[in-house]
Nanobody, 123 residues
C-alpha cells in the first residue's frame, strides 16, 4: 500500500513558476513509476508527466515539454513537478500517482492516487 500526498499548489501569475511535491508513504516507493496528471473544470483528467522507478526516463505531454520537469528523490520518497512559464491553460487540480506497470501515459495504468493540489494561473 502506498499513500500519496501532494503539496505546493497555489495561485501564480502567467509566466510564473511552481514546484509541486508528492510525498509517498511505504517502503516500496522506489519500485514504482510515478506520474503527474491534471484535471481542469469540466474536462477529463489528463496525463502530464511520468518518471520511471530509477528516474532514468521521463515522459511528458507535448503541451508541457520544455516548461515542466519531473524528478524524484527515492531517499526522500518524494516526486516533484517543477512548472515554469505557466499559462492559464495549466490551471487544474494536479494529482500524483504511482504505477507498478509501464503504461505511463494511461490513467488506468496507475495503482495509487493522491488527493490533488490546486494550481491556478491568473492572467
Amino acid at each position: 500500500q502506498v499513500q500519496l500526498v501532494e503539496s505546493g499548489g497555489g495561485l501564480v501569475q502567467v509566466g510564473g513558476s511552481l514546484r509541486l511535491s508528492c510525498a509517498a508513504s511505504g517502503r516500496t516507493f522506489s519500485s514504482y513509476a510515478m506520474g503527474w496528471f491534471r484535471q481542469a473544470p469540466g474536462k477529463e483528467r489528463e496525463f502530464v508527466a511520468a518518471i520511471t522507478w530509477s528516474g532514468g526516463s521521463t515522459y511528458y505531454v507535448d503541451s508541457v515539454k520544455g516548461r515542466f520537469t519531473i524528478s524524484r528523490d527515492n531517499a526522500k520518497n518524494t516526486v516533484y513537478l517543477q512548472m515554469n512559464s505557466l499559462e492559464p491553460e495549466d490551471t487544474a487540480v494536479y494529482y500524483c500517482a504511482g504505477a507498478r506497470g509501464v503504461r505511463y501515459r494511461d490513467l488506468a495504468g496507475y495503482d495509487y492516487w493522491g488527493q490533488g493540489t490546486q494550481v491556478t494561473v491568473s492572467s
